[in-house]
């Protein structure tokens, strides 16, 4: 069973551990619960797979990419939430980009 506290202990050990989990879900409930329960990204987190996650068929998936993206401090790629941004047709996923307090984006 998939806990909130396995999650975490994954994120310690290796954010990879994490990515491997979410690529080897089939369920999008449960990649939602991935990560909607990540909580404090480590300074040191490989976040690659969060950006590949963008491209989720699942505006839910995309919303709560964004929003652990959020949680980067400073590692951000703007550039690739601007496109997102540009080409987004969740109004949800939309606002959170937007609302992420960390991101200064000037959309053209």
Do not use: C, W
Not at 9 to 30: F, H, M, P, R
Not at 38 to 61: K, M, R, T
Not at 77 to 85: E, H, I, Y
């Amino acid at each position: 069973m998939l806990t909130k506290e396995y999650i975490t202990e994954l994120k310690k050990n290796s954010s990879a551990e994490i990515a491997n989990l979410i690529k080897n879900q089939k369920d999008v409930g449960t990649v939602n619960f991935i990560l909607e329960n990540l909580g404090h990204i480590p300074a040191n987190f490989e976040s690659d797979f969060l950006y590949e996650l963008l491209e989720h068929s699942h505006a839910q998936v995309r919303l709560n990419a964004v929003k652990n993206i959020g949680k980067l401090n400073g590692k951000t790629d703007v550039a690739k939430l601007t496109q997102l941004f540009k080409n987004e047709t969740d109004t949800s996923v939309r606002r959170e980009i937007i609302s992420e307090k960390s991101l200064f984006i000037t959309f053209n």
